[in-house]
């Protein structure tokens, strides 16, 4: 499976951004997608994941009620739109995916590569 991530820039303060990632090869619609994000000096972690169905999805505190993650299994895409971003949302966001039942504890198999957002005060 390979994972394409696009979208990232350069964003104010309480502004608004949407990365999309396109996959190909595999099976895209059985795949759990997951976003993630790895910020200078801190660890990756994962900002939001949706199921195969798009009918569930999880997000970190910090996401809640800013963004948004979707899916359309059609085009064979995954979308986080982003809202009201902060500073402290700067950072190399990854798509990601993998097989098996909707559990954000577990790791992924398949990733991009990274798009930076960066979001000034």
């Known amino acids: 499976v390979q994972l394409q991530a696009f979208g990232g820039g350069l964003v104010q303060a309480g502004g608004s951004l949407r990365l999309s990632c396109a996959a190909s090869g595999g099976t895209f619609s059985t795949y759990v997608m997951g976003w993630f994000r790895q910020a200078p000096v801190k660890e990756r972690e994962l900002v939001a994941a949706?199921?195969?169905?798009?009918?569930?999805?999880y997000y970190i505190d910090s996401a809640k009620g800013r963004f948004t993650i979707s899916r359309d299994n059609a085009k064979n895409t995954v979308d986080l739109q982003m809202n009201s971003l902060e500073p402290a949302d700067t950072a190399i966001y990854y798509c990601?995916?993998?097989?098996?039942?909707?559990?954000?504890?577990?790791?992924?198999?398949?990733w991009g590569q990274g798009t930076q957002v960066t979001v000034s005060s």
């Open positions: 990601a995916a993998r097989g098996g039942l909707f559990d954000v504890a577990k790791g992924y198999d398949y």
């Open positions: 949706i199921n195969w169905s798009g009918f569930r999805t």
